[in-house]
C-alpha cells in the first residue's frame, strides 16, 4: 500500500552541509504535504508542511520544494547540525488520511 | 493544552492473546488515527475515528478494531495477536476542519512485542 516513495534511505552530511531528502507521490487527491522528524524511543513530530498551490515553503533552515506537476516534493536542510540527526518522514494526506514514506535515517557528522 | 498520551508505554503479550492500546486526545481535536510503526520503517494507516464512527481504513485486517469515545480518547483493539503484530503503535489526533487535512499531533507511541 506504498503510495509514497522516500529516497535516499539513509543520509551522512558533514557539519554545516546540505541535507537532501526526495519523495514522490502516485495520489493526486493528496492536498497536504508534512515532513516529520523521529528520534529514537519518540512518536514523530512536525517539522514543516506544504500545500499544493505554493511550490516551496520556507522555515529557517528547512525548505520544502514542491512539483505538483511531477508529483514530487523535497525536504532541504541548510546548515545541517549534529542534532538534526534523526530519522525524516515524508507524507501525503487526503482527509486526515496520512501515508508515509518509508524514513530517511540522517546522520550530521560534527 | 495537553498533548496526545498513550498507554502502555510497553507490553509483552503471546501469540493467539488480545490486546487494548488507548490514547487520549490533544485538547481541541475531534479526530484519532492509528498507526502501526514497524522497526525501521514509516508508519502504516491502521485507521481513523471521526466523531465516534470509522472515518477510514488502511490495510489490516479485521481483527484489528478501534473505538472513539464521546470525549474523542479512543482504543485500538488487535485480536488474535500473531509475532509480525509486534511494533510501535502510534496514536495521532487531529482537527478535521471540512475537506482540508491539518497536522497531526502524534504520542510516544506503545511498544507491542509478541512473543
Known amino acids: 500500500q506504498q503510495q509514497v516513495k522516500q529516497s535516499p534511505q539513509s543520509l551522512i552530511v558533514q557539519k554545516g552541509g546540505i541535507s537532501i531528502i526526495n519523495c514522490a507521490y502516485e495520489?493526486?487527491?493528496?492536498?497536504?504535504f508534512p515532513w516529520y522528524q523521529q528520534f529514537p524511543g519518540k512518536g514523530p513530530a512536525l517539522l514543516i508542511a506544504?500545500?499544493?498551490?505554493?511550490s516551496e515553503k520556507k522555515e529557517g533552515r528547512f525548505t520544502i520544494s514542491f512539483n505538483k506537476s511531477a508529483k514530487q516534493f523535497s525536504l532541504h536542510i541548510m546548515d545541517s547540525q549534529p542534532g538534526d540527526s534523526a530519522t525524516y518522514f515524508c507524507?501525503?494526506?487526503?482527509?486526515?488520511?496520512?501515508?508515509f514514506g518509508a524514513g530517511t535515517r540522517l546522520t550530521v557528522k560534527p | 493544552e495537553t498533548g496526545v498520551t498513550q498507554s502502555p508505554t510497553h507490553l509483552i503479550k503471546t501469540r493467539g492473546q488480545q490486546v487494548t492500546l488507548r490514547c487520549s486526545s490533544q485538547?481541541?481535536?475531534?479526530?484519532v488515527s492509528w498507526y502501526q510503526q514497524a522497526l525501521g520503517q514509516g508508519p502504516q494507516f491502521i485507521f481513523q475515528?471521526?466523531?465516534?464512527?470509522?472515518?477510514g481504513r488502511g490495510n489490516f485486517p479485521p481483527r484489528f478494531s478501534g473505538l472513539q469515545f464521546p470525549n474523542y480518547s479512543s482504543e485500538l483493539n488487535v485480536n488474535a495477536l500473531e509475532l509480525d503484530d509486534s511494533a510501535l503503535y502510534l496514536c495521532?489526533?487531529?482537527?478535521?476542519?471540512?475537506?482540508?487535512?491539518?497536522?497531526?499531533?502524534f504520542g510516544e507511541g506503545s511498544r507491542l512485542t509478541v512473543l
Open positions: 495521532a489526533s487531529s482537527l478535521l476542519s471540512g475537506d482540508r487535512s491539518g497536522e497531526l499531533f
Open positions: 495520489n493526486t487527491a493528496f492536498d497536504y
Open positions: 506544504i500545500r499544493p498551490d505554493v
Open positions: 507524507a501525503a494526506c487526503n482527509n486526515n488520511d496520512m501515508r
Open positions: 475515528y471521526y466523531r465516534e464512527e470509522e472515518n
Open positions: 485538547s481541541g481535536h475531534n479526530t
